[in-house]
């Protein structure tokens, strides 16, 4: 371990941190451009053959970014997706980020380091960083954006320029160091262990802003949330929300075991997607209808009427019952597609009964630091369920990617065991550490799958 790395582990300060250069390579999860065509023709896109766990060199930084020495990140599907070469090989989105030249030239590498979270100290700062210094306990916002973009002012997703960091840019939060810009920096909360607070950045914020922000689905008290998937990553979070904020969590699920803890989350209504037969692949038209007249039965039983609002990020095999479910000027919101892109749905259903489907994508520094706050108030709890050592990354992925898991999978990068990195441990009494892992159960991970 290099003395950086060393100096982070005991846990010095910033002054003392200040005096150790970065060393001029680091441990990271990469793919390499070599390995694109590994997988044409092979039915299992297993991920622990793509992953690569091994040094690469460290990057200069750029006026304007940050040198985050990582602790903790977690899996995120974009991760799955890059290890998969799909839909597209990631190398394309750093060969066209690296054609702009400049500092940009920089992520147009034949490896790309990728992951999207991180929690870890800020050890190195560019030129023009204002806001942050060396030793700062922060957590990473997925959001790569140009800050001079007009668009930006207005919602930092709205720039043409605004890229998912870790999968259309490189130096990832899979690895001992990332690079990021200062705009995508909050504080850590204090009351978090490096590893819960890695798991919550990406699937929190994209959760609060499809659920609560002006730019999502507004869910208001009372309002009935179907919520798609509601043991993963994305589900758990959204379960949270719908709860705090007064509304009726209907959560679907897989298993037995998935429901109970759904349950315990907050869910009114818990779902087993195996009573609606729902259909393997892409679903046919006669299949939407059955499904959703099933599952619209169900909970007009168990809640007295229609939801107001379908959290979907589950893709095609679920868009068209959410369209056909939601009641009368309801609201469909997606994130994402992990069943594929491409939907069907009757638009009779959508025009006819003044319906909305909203399109969002992760969440914009302000609705993330909305989120970060949640978090640090103890108002929303981390969804880790498990983590694995940086060595592991290929196991962790692969456990997402065969949809294994539950809540968020959490990867240790300089952190050498978990429960570090709180620098309120009496808050965190105060919450009580129960209340802040409730899907932290021994084995939890594979008894659910």
């Not at 700062?125 to 207005?154: C, F, I």
């Not at 997607?273 to 299949?287: H, I, Q, S, Y």
């Not at 919450?431 to 899907?439: E, F, K, V």
């Amino acid at each position: 371990m290099d003395p950086l790395s060393e100096a982070l582990v005991s846990g010095l300060d910033g002054a003392e941190l200040a005096r150790f250069a970065p060393p001029s390579e680091y441990l990271a999860a990469h793919l390499r451009a070599e390995d694109t065509e590994m997988f044409t023709d092979v039915f299992d896109k297993d991920v622990r053959k793509s992953l690569r766990v091994g040094r690469v060199p460290m990057p200069e930084l750029a006026p304007d970014e940050v040198l985050i020495g990582v602790m903790a990140s977690s899996i995120n599907y974009n991760t799955v997706w890059s290890a998969m070469f799909e839909p597209i090989p990631t190398f394309r989105f750093l060969r066209q980020l690296g054609a702009k030249g400049g500092w940009e030239a920089r992520h147009d590498l034949p490896y790309h380091v990728v992951g999207s979270d991180a929690a870890g100290v800020i050890v190195g700062v560019g030129a023009g960083v204002r806001r942050w210094r060396v030793g700062d306990h922060v957590v990473t916002s997925p959001m790569h954006v140009d800050s001079e973009e007009p668009a930006t002012q207005s919602d930092g997703l709205l720039g043409d320029e605004q890229r998912a960091w870790g999968f259309e840019t490189n130096f990832g939060g899979l690895a001992h160091y990332a690079v990021v810009r200062a705009t995508q920096l909050l504080p850590k909360p204090a009351h978090l262990t490096w590893e819960e607070a890695a798991s919550s950045p990406l699937c929190a914020g994209t959760a609060y802003r499809m659920l609560i922000s002006e730019r999502g689905a507004r869910m208001k008290q009372g309002d009935v949330v179907l919520i798609w998937g509601a043991a993963g990553g994305l589900g758990a979070y959204a379960v949270q929300l719908v709860k705090a904020g007064g509304g009726i969590a209907v959560g679907v699920v897989g298993s037995d075991g998935k429901a109970d803890l759904v349950r315990a989350l907050g869910a009114e209504v818990v779902i087993d997607r195996r009573e609606l037969g729902m259909p393997e692949g892409a679903p046919t038209p006669a299949d939407t209808l059955a499904v959703g007249r099933r599952l619209g039965g169900i909970i007009r039983r168990e809640v007295g009427e229609d939801p107001h609002i379908a959290f979907d990020y589950v893709g095609q095999v679920t868009f068209g019952t959410s369209v056909f479910v939601v009641r009368k000027g309801g609201t469909v919101v997606t994130c994402g597609s992990s069943t594929g892109y491409q939907h069907t749905f009757d638009n009779r259903y959508l025009w006819m009964r003044l319906k909305r489907i909203i399109g969002s994508h992760a969440a914009n520094l302000q609705e993330l630091a909305e989120c970060n706050r949640l978090l640090s108030l103890g108002r929303l709890q981390p969804a880790l369920s498990a983590t694995y050592p940086l060595a592991e990354v290929g196991e962790a992925a692969r456990l997402v990617q065969n949809n294994g898991h539950i809540g968020k999978v959490g990867v240790l990068c300089l952190a050498p065991r978990e429960g570090l990195g709180v620098t309120d441990p009496a808050r965190r009494a105060q919450i009580g550490a129960d209340r802040i892992t409730p899907l932290r159960q021994p084995g939890l991970v594979r008894a659910v799958a």
